[in-house]
Every structure is written in structure tokens, then in C-alpha cells.
């Protein structure tokens, strides 16, 4: 399924999506979209994108063995904060390449 389909489907058809592709439970999902809505994420399209932008972020970073992505006790917060530093930083390389912004969402420190 596309992105752009998935972000809009239901909450437990979006959750049902993660368990199936990533072997994410809903809680491990709601614990990953609190986290994104804390650091200024507010738009629920802009937040779910980024979740699966993440989440298959944590799967290309992987041991590319498991279906499952798995993080070890503290690993999902300070693998979300890897995953924010690496897309601020392509987000800056875009800014000033084209030289207008290219994200919606706020600065991560």
C-alpha cells in the first residue's frame, strides 16, 4: 500500500498496517506517535508519514533479517531521536538547495 493511501486510513486499519509490515503492537505505534506529537508533530498526515518514514527507517537500519523491528529497553527513544536528527539534516540540505522550506513540521532540536 502506498503512503499516501495508508495516512488516511482508519486509526485500527493504520495500527493493523504497522502490526502486519513492521510487527509494531499498538502500543509500541501509540508509544512512537506520542513521541512524534511531543516534538511538534501536530498534523495527524505530517505525523503518520513520518511514522512509517520511521519505521521503515529502523528496518533499512536493521539486521535486515526480521520481519520485526524490535528495540531493546530505551532503544524506540533514542532511535527516534537518530531518526530526527537524520531527516533535520536532509531537510537543511533541501532548504538550502532550493532555498524555500520543505516541511511543514517545526524544528527539532
Known amino acids: 500500500?502506498?503512503?499516501?493511501?495508508?495516512?488516511h486510513l482508519t486509526d485500527i486499519a493504520f495500527v493493523r498496517?504497522?502490526?502486519?509490515?513492521?510487527?509494531?503492537?499498538?502500543?509500541?505505534?501509540?508509544?512512537?506517535?506520542?513521541?512524534f506529537y511531543d516534538r511538534g508533530f501536530e498534523d495527524i498526515v505530517e505525523r503518520r508519514k513520518n511514522v512509517l518514514v520511521f519505521l521503515e527507517?529502523?528496518?533499512?537500519?536493521?539486521?535486515g533479517e526480521e520481519q520485526r523491528v524490535k528495540f531493546g529497553?530505551?532503544?524506540?527513544?533514542?532511535?527516534?531521536?537518530?531518526?530526527?536528527?537524520e531527516e533535520h539534516k536532509i531537510i537543511q540540505i533541501m532548504k538550502y538547495q532550493s532555498n524555500i522550506a520543505t516541511t511543514s513540521r517545526k524544528q527539532v532540536n
Open 1 to 7: 500500500m502506498h503512503v499516501e493511501t495508508a495516512i
Open 17 to 35: 498496517l504497522c502490526s502486519d509490515r513492521f510487527g509494531v503492537n499498538k502500543g509500541v505505534y501509540n508509544t512512537i506517535d506520542t513521541f
Open 57 to 63: 527507517y529502523i528496518k533499512r537500519t536493521g539486521n
Open 73 to 85: 529497553s530505551g532503544g524506540l527513544s533514542l532511535k527516534i531521536e537518530e531518526y530526527l536528527k
